[in-house]
């Protein structure tokens, strides 16, 4: 099946400074999803980008999309102690019938005070 | 609005026993999905549901069963648990199959 592989898998980080993670796909989709997992919590949604977008900005987020490459981006910028967590993204099949999400294996940000 | 909640949050069973989990959600979403996480792993379909009545298999079906009988709930079945069952359960729910979806807070299921 279809999945999105995350990198780097695990990332260190000081206070401050500007986090970047990415997404890889394999298939045509309609949108990208990221979603965050604090340890031993389920998954909080942070952002939607659709296929026809490039960039969306959300607080300290952005996500960028780049359907020819079929890769995605997500930078936190002057990150935080509280954004330690891991990271997830998320993409659906594109065409009629498609109600499934695949997750990638996750970026597990630390972020050191 | 509690959003989604699941329960149990933690259950020891023993190989060949049986369970059920529930998940309820209160946004009246039509669409609603049970995942398992393992260690280092993303998150893996179970089944799904499009609507009330109806279910679907995801990509890891074998050794669950699920039914959708009120909107609000789906609950998610094992027949007879094995060890390889041990998992954390993530039930989620959304608007429609593109939306984004809500998670609950995850029930740990070990089987010994």
């Known amino acids: 099946s279809q999945q999105g592989e995350e990198d780097p898998q695990a990332l260190s980080i000081q206070e401050g400074e500007n986090a970047t993670m990415n997404c890889s796909y394999k298939t045509s989709i309609n949108n990208l999803q990221w979603y965050r997992q604090n340890s031993g919590r389920g998954l909080v949604h942070l952002i939607l980008i659709r296929s026809n977008e490039r960039e969306k900005h959300s607080g300290r987020l952005r996500v960028t999309l780049d359907t020819s490459k079929k890769s995605s981006s997500l930078l936190i910028t002057a990150s935080r102690a509280a954004d330690t967590a891991s990271y997830f993204c998320?993409?659906?099949?594109?065409?009629?019938?498609?109600?499934?999400?695949?997750f990638g294996k996750g970026t597990k940000l630390s972020v050191i005070p | 609005n509690a959003g989604v909640t699941q329960t149990p949050k933690f259950r020891v069973l023993k190989t060949g026993q049986s369970m059920t989990l529930l998940c309820a959600q209160d946004?009246?979403?039509?669409?609603m999905y049970w995942y398992r996480q393992d260690p280092g792993m993303g998150l893996r379909l179970i089944h799904y549901s499009v609507g009330e009545g109806t279910t679907a298999k995801g990509e890891v079906p074998d050794g669950y069963n699920v039914s959708r009988l009120k909107k609000q709930n789906f609950l998610l079945g094992l027949e007879s648990a094995a060890p390889s069952q041990t998992s954390v359960y993530f039930c989620?729910?959304?608007?429609?199959?593109?939306?984004?979806?809500?998670f609950g807070p995850g029930t740990r299921l070990t089987v010994l």
């Open positions: 946004m009246n979403h039509e669409y």
């Open positions: 998320a993409t659906d099949l594109s065409g009629a019938g498609s109600y499934q999400l695949t």
């Open positions: 989620a729910s959304s608007y429609s199959g593109l939306d984004t979806q809500y």
